[in-house]
T-cell receptor
Framework: TQLLEQSPQFLSIQEGENLTVYCNSSSVFSSLQWYRQEPGEGPVLLVT?????EVKKLKRLTFQFGDARKDSSLHITAAQPGDTGLYLC????????????FGGGTRLMVKP | GAGVSQSPSNKVTEKGKDVELRCDPISGHTALYWYRQSLGQGLEFLIY????????KSGLPSDRFSAERTGGSVSTLTIQRTQQEDSAVYLC?????????????FGSGTRLTVV
């Protein structure tokens, strides 16, 4: 059982559609990050959220940290083929120092 | 360097052989991490180095796995007597020590295949 559960695991949509990816846990996190990974590359940081209820926007991507800091969501508006990739959430717990725990990932495919 | 460098990018080895994977972190980053990723799944923590502190080895799956970090910079992950279940992408990351807020910078990984 993973500490961070991501859903859905796979998502295939058409260009222009909207989507939401969820990252859930029973544990409280001091911060939560989202990464995007393309084939053959390492994950690249998209955003860090720290405050419960925080919302951050990055162009067509909207990230939200739950009020209780146990969950997060990533919403993509008008998805484009360039959004295709593996999306990973990662959380830091207060008693884990400078460590991140990663979720299992959501693999997104956006078809033209 | 400008980014985290890992070598080799691909490694095919026979079952039972030892392998060494290398990671060159970003200059000045005090924290270095090794993760393993199987079949495009999530990342499994292996080991974490922070400055001169003793490494956190709690994620190493067996005593066949070991890692060292020399001079607070380059790190080597060694897998002895490789098994087929060791096949995965091994990712190295570094951070400035505040990675939980400013994020990790990952290398491109080493794809290890044990045949």
């Amino acid at each position: 059982t993973q500490l961070l559960e991501q859903s859905p695991q796979f998502l295939s949509i058409q260009e222009g559609e909207n989507l939401t990816v969820y990252c859930n846990s029973s544990s409280v996190f001091s911060s939560l990050q989202w990464y995007r990974q393309e084939p053959g590359e390492g994950p690249v940081l998209l955003v860090t959220v720290v405050t419960g209820g925080e919302v951050k926007k990055l162009k067509r991507l909207t990230f939200q940290f739950g009020d209780a800091r146990k969950d997060s969501s990533l919403h993509i508006t008008a998805a484009q083929p360039g959004d295709t990739g593996l999306y990973l959430c990662a959380g830091a717990r207060n008693n884990a120092g400078n460590m991140l725990t990663f979720g299992g990932g959501t693999r997104l495919m956006v078809k033209p | 360097g400008a980014g985290v460098s890992q070598s080799p990018s691909n490694k095919v080895t026979e079952k039972g052989k030892d392998v060494e994977l290398r990671c060159d972190p970003i200059s000045g980053h005090t924290a270095l991490y090794w993760y393993r990723q199987s079949l495009g799944q999530g990342l499994e923590f292996l080991i974490y180095f922070q400055g001169n502190s003793a490494p956190d080895k709690s994620g190493l799956p067996s005593d066949r796995f070991s890692a060292e970090r020399t001079g607070g910079s380059v790190s080597t992950l060694t897998i002895q007597r490789t098994q087929q279940e060791d096949s995965a992408v091994y990712l190295c990351a570094s951070s400035s020590g505040r990675g939980v807020y400013y994020g990790y910078t990952f290398g491109s990984g080493t794809r290890l295949t044990v045949v």
